[in-house]
């Protein structure tokens, strides 16, 4: 697997790491380098998409993790 750069807010990756809890839940894009934030109080469209859309990313993620392992 080829690695690349990726540039991140390392003031906001912090800020995360600091306020994680189990109501409120941050994830690194791994394609973006965005900082992604969800709550369990939010409840609306467009965290219903963003939701989806770390599902999915969660999916490709474990077939990149398959490949490596089958390939390994």
Same mark, same amino acid.
């Given at each position: 697997? %080829?690695? #690349?750069?990726?540039? !991140?807010?390392?003031?906001?990756?912090?800020?995360?790491? +600091?306020?994680? &809890?189990?109501?409120? @839940?941050?994830?690194? %894009?791994? #394609?973006?380098?965005? !900082?992604?934030?969800?709550?369990?109080?939010?409840?609306? +469209?467009?965290? &219903?998409?963003?939701? @989806?859309?770390?599902?999915?990313?969660?999916?490709?993620?474990?077939?990149?993790?398959?490949?490596?392992?089958?390939?390994?």
């Amino acid at each position: 697997m %080829d690695r #690349k750069s990726l540039k !991140i807010s390392l003031d906001e990756l912090c800020s995360a790491m +600091e306020n994680s &809890s189990y109501e409120n @839940e941050y994830y690194l %894009d791994l #394609k973006t380098g965005e !900082i992604l934030f969800l709550s369990e109080y939010m409840d609306d +469209e467009e965290t &219903s998409k963003l939701r @989806e859309r770390m599902e999915q990313r969660a999916l490709e993620w474990l077939d990149d993790i398959e490949v490596t392992l089958s390939e390994g």
